[in-house]
C-alpha cells in the first residue's frame, strides 16, 4: 500500500514532468506556422530553421492542407543529413532525396510501392500527404511542431 505523502508527492512530481515537457504539448494548433523573431539565427521561443532539429527523427503528420490527421493514421516522415527522405503513407512506403539547407527543404520525385488499401478514406489520406510532400520547399521547427510549407508561404502539413 502506498503512504498518502508518497502518492503526493509522485502525483506532484507526474504533473510537473507533462507540463514541462514540450513532447507531450498540444502540437500543431495554431493554423500558422509560428514567427521567426530574432537575429542571427537566434529564435525566440524554440522557433528553429536548423536542419539538425529535423533530421533523423520520425515526424508524424497531424495537419495537412489544414485538415486533421489522426496520429496513428499510418503517416510518416524522415529526413537525413545525408539528403534522404523517406516514410509511410498508411498504405505504401515512399523514398526521396531531400535537398535541406537552413529552412529550405525540397523533396526529389517519390519512389512509392503500389499496395492499395480497401478503405477509400486511407487511399485520398495517401494522395493528399503524398501531394503535399510534393510542394514542401520550406520549414520552421517549434516546440508545437514541424511546419512544412510551400514556396508561396502557405502550410502544406504540420508534423510532430
Not at 26 to 36: A, R, S, W
Amino acid at each position: 500500500m502506498m503512504l498518502p505523502s508518497v502518492r503526493i508527492t509522485l502525483t506532484a512530481a507526474l504533473m510537473a514532468t507533462l507540463a514541462l515537457t514540450p513532447a507531450l504539448a498540444q502540437p500543431c494548433t495554431q493554423p500558422q506556422p509560428p514567427k521567426l523573431e530574432g537575429s542571427d539565427g537566434d529564435f525566440e521561443g524554440g522557433v528553429s530553421i536548423s536542419v539538425g532539429r529535423i533530421a533523423d527523427l520520425i515526424w508524424v503528420p497531424l495537419l495537412i492542407d489544414g485538415k486533421p490527421v489522426l496520429e496513428d493514421a499510418g503517416l510518416s516522415l524522415t529526413v537525413t543529413f545525408d539528403g534522404k527522405a523517406s516514410g509511410t503513407t498508411g498504405c505504401n512506403r515512399f523514398t526521396s532525396t531531400a535537398d535541406l539547407d537552413a529552412g529550405w527543404m525540397s523533396l526529389g520525385p517519390l519512389a512509392v510501392t503500389e499496395m492499395a488499401c480497401v478503405d477509400p478514406v486511407r487511399m485520398e489520406r495517401e494522395a493528399a500527404y503524398l501531394k503535399a510532400l510534393g510542394e514542401v520547399r520550406w520549414f520552421i521547427a517549434s516546440p508545437d511542431g514541424l511546419w512544412l510549407t510551400r514556396e508561396d508561404g502557405t502550410v502544406a502539413m504540420c508534423l510532430w
